[in-house]
């Protein structure tokens, strides 16, 4: 069509812990029909086997090697159990095991160490830089994709965050604390957002989306527009 203008081929999301980012990169990719990839799965699943593995997560070199020598692989989605993609290493599915309380607990620690970060943002960035892709993290506009054509930054209080991740649990017919939840996600927050390399914060040209004022929906329809 003459004045359609193309969607931005690059889009980033970032944000703190259980800010939605998720929700409203993974329904965005179905509207574009892109791409939809979920860094924080590749940390966490460093994580998940560090501690599979029983190493000490605080054990730095350990967990940076092991960084290197893994091959992550996030494929579509093979089942409908509410997941947004398989994450599979060595074979193994272990698209739930990275959601367990330990390895939220351990994911930040993780995440700080610099050669992990180093041997993720490489396979990120070339999967990102082949483009029509969303890319939700944390570091996303600032480190990864610089270059991104639309930069959204989707903030929230840490009680709402903590009360949708309480309520994602629940729905899994899990047992959850709220004062726990809303305690590591402060916890988590912090770590993200004061380590040396990429830290948690907005790209300059970033756009600022808070999703205390606005529901899913709202957010959904106004990076939409901003797409268009
Ligand atoms: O879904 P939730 O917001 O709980 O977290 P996530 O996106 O799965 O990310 C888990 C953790 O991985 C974060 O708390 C960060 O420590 C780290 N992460 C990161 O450092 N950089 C990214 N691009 C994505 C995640």
Redesign the pocket.
């Given at each position: 069509m003459p004045n359609q203008k193309t969607p931005p081929n690059i889009i980033a999301i970032?944000?703190?812990?259980?800010?939605g980012?998720?929700t409203l990169g993974r329904r965005l990719a179905d509207a574009l029909a892109y791409l939809f990839f979920?860094?924080?799965?590749?940390?966490?699943a460093v994580t998940w086997l560090a501690l599979q593995r029983g190493l000490d997560v605080r054990d730095e070199s350990a967990v940076a090697a092991l960084a290197e020598e893994t091959s992550i692989d996030v494929r579509p989605p093979s089942q409908e159990d509410g997941r947004a993609c398989d994450v599979i290493v060595n074979e193994d599915d272990i698209t739930w095991n990275i959601r367990r309380p330990e390895v939220?607990a351990n994911?930040?620690v993780?995440?700080?160490y610099p050669g992990v970060?180093t041997a993720l943002t490489a396979q990120?960035r070339r999967i990102g830089l082949r483009g029509r892709v969303v890319m939700?993290?944390?570091?996303?506009g600032t480190v990864?994709l610089p270059e991104a054509d639309l930069k959204i930054y989707l903030d929230a209080s840490a009680e709402k965050r903590a009360r949708r991740?309480y309520e994602e649990i629940i729905a899994r017919g899990e047992k959850a604390d709220y004062d726990e939840i809303l305690q590591k996600v402060i916890q988590?927050d912090r770590?993200?957002s004061t380590?040396a390399v990429?830290p948690?914060r907005p790209a300059e040209d970033a756009i600022i989306l808070d999703s205390d004022k606005l529901d899913a929906d709202q957010v959904f329809e106004r990076v939409k527009e901003l797409c268009e």
């Open positions: 970032d944000g703190p812990a259980a800010s980012k998720s979920d860094t924080g799965v590749m940390y966490r939220d994911v930040s993780v995440a700080a970060r990120q939700v993290g944390r570091d996303i990864v991740r988590r770590i993200d380590r990429a948690l």
